[in-house]
């Protein structure tokens, strides 16, 4: 008889634990990095990166004239200058700038790539999640714990874009390629190219295919509304000649803040007005007799979906030169050519871009648990748009549709660190939004008209129909909200890890 052992039962080996677990090594986690270190020095904190290199989005998109359609003095972060000349940036710019900003300040020290989230489980017990990442290179899954997790993905999809089903597709007997994944051989020089779309990504890449290839049509099925603005900001320019690029860039932020507010406050207040306005902008820059009204006038009112910005007009200028033309019809079939239009007319092509929209996929795609129970992210609600109802010590970043994506990021990233001081200040490690109003409505989180955001938005958390429960869609509001707003709100529970919970000071009696 074998006597028994005396030896405790083995423990699993602890897993690494930081303050702060990033996901995600974009414009939006590295701000957030940034924040950390500089706003709470004390925490600890690792960016898991499920890619093999930083930069998100401008890593990732590699199509001709790849650009950011906001100006980079509102694009880019608060506290790093943009000193390019051009206000309106294209993708290899904007990209170098993110990885400046991670190796200046030493976040890509704490980068992990190849390492994608596909799990994080929250133990009220522990008061902390637990994170599993599946590595690229092996196959392995790595697991971490952390005190609070971050999102900072996006809501893109990186491994597909969206292609729609074209009759006849398999006909066509040259390429047909998605620009989110654009062949680095494929030659359009001197041959006859098709850009299937109407927005920003296919207004970027008609004028710049245009430049080589025999001719580009754009095919459209609806306008979208197009304006040209300023590749360089003169302004800007003139201010950094005579100002500290500090100062000038702080101003020139707050002239085109103002200047984005202004016009979407116009496009609610007086659709019919900007529409004309618009309309007039586009007609100024095309030939005499165009039909603008067919190509350039949309069904609907101005920034129910977002203007397509082109700078210095180079998608007219392609129209003018008759390198780039414009067809506003249905496709009825592919051909071994072309396609074949509802209309019965043909376009002959030698390669066909299907610019059709992007996949969205809600916080990456990421599996969450609280103590056990599976978060159906479409039954929550987004408290102040960066966290969610009933999960605990979780935020994400979602950016304007109407403006900059970083000026939202940049105010939710100061407000987690304003919470975390908090809780450190009064002893909590554990925050958690929960809504306990009968009355409040919900609405989708994303009340925006575009087809990619339509297609997804069911499996996204929702917005409320009053605050701290809404998306504002205003940078002034948010302002006022998160950076000079208090944190202590009766809808924001702090507790022990214990779980007894107690009320901020201002909120005791």
Not at 28 to 54: D, F, N, W
Not at 100 to 113: F, K, P, Q, V, Y
Request: glycine share 8%; with cysteine.
């Amino acid at each position: 008889m074998t006597a028994p052992s005396t030896e405790p039962p083995p423990t699993a080996a602890p897993h690494e634990h930081v303050d702060v677990l990033i996901v995600g090594a974009g414009v939006s986690g590295i701000g957030c990095a940034y924040h950390l270190q500089t706003e709470q020095p004390g925490k600890t904190y690792t960016i898991l990166e499920g890619r093999e290199a930083t930069g998100g989005t401008w890593d990732l998109f590699r199509y001709p004239g790849i650009r950011s359609d906001s100006d980079l003095h509102t694009f880019g972060y608060a506290f790093k200058p943009w000193r390019d000349e051009k206000a309106i940036a294209d993708g290899p710019s904007i990209l170098r700038y993110i990885r400046e900003t991670a190796s200046e300040n030493g976040i890509d020290r704490h980068l992990r790539l190849g390492h994608r989230v596909v799990s994080a489980a929250w133990s009220s017990a522990d008061a902390r999640w637990t994170v599993e990442a599946v590595r690229s290179d092996t196959g392995e899954t790595v697991r971490l714990t952390c005190g609070w997790l971050f999102c900072a993905g996006g809501y893109y999809r990186y491994d597909e874009g969206y292609t729609p089903h074209f009759e006849g597709a398999e006909r066509f007997r040259g390429p047909i390629v998605h620009p989110q994944h654009w062949p680095e051989d494929l030659d359009c020089a001197g041959r006859r190219v098709v850009v299937i779309g109407s927005g920003a990504t296919a207004v970027t890449l008609v004028p710049a295919l245009a430049r080589s290839a025999a001719h580009v049509t754009m095919l459209q099925r609806s306008p979208s509304y197009v304006v040209s603005v300023p590749e360089r900001d003169p302004i800007a320019n003139a201010l950094r000649r005579v100002l500290p690029a500090e100062t000038a860039y702080r101003l020139t932020r707050r002239k085109n803040i103002w200047m984005q507010r202004t016009i979407y406050n116009l496009s609610r207040s007086r659709p019919r007005l900007l529409r004309r306005l618009l309309r007039a902008g586009v007609k100024r820059q095309l030939p005499p007799g165009y039909a603008v009204d067919t190509h350039f006038n949309p069904r609907y009112d101005p920034w129910d979906q977002r203007l397509c910005a082109v700078p210095d007009g180079d998608l007219f200028k392609a129209i003018r030169h008759g390198s780039a033309s414009i067809v506003t019809d249905r496709i009825d079939t592919f051909t071994e050519d072309g396609i074949r239009l509802a209309s019965g007319a043909t376009l002959p092509a030698d390669v066909i871009v299907t610019a059709t929209g992007l996949n969205l996929l809600a916080l990456g795609g990421i599996a969450l648990t609280v103590d056990g129970r599976a978060v159906d992210l479409a039954q929550t609600m987004a408290y102040k748009a960066m966290m969610l109802s009933d999960v605990p010590n979780f935020a994400f970043a979602i950016g304007y549709t109407n403006s900059s994506w970083t000026l939202k990021v940049d105010l939710v990233c100061e407000h987690l660190g304003r919470i975390l001081e908090y809780m450190d200040r009064h002893g909590h490690d554990t925050c958690v939004p929960h809504d306990d109003d009968p009355m409040i409505e919900t609405r989708p989180l994303l009340d925006f008209g575009a087809g990619y955001v339509q297609r997804a938005v069911h499996a996204f958390p929702r917005q409320g129909s009053k605050g701290p429960w809404t998306l504002a869609m205003s940078y002034a509001a948010d302002v006022e909200k998160l950076r000079r707003g208090p944190v202590e709100d009766p809808a924001l529970r702090f507790s022990h890890s214990a779980g007894v919970a107690d009320a901020p000071p201002a909120l005791a009696a």
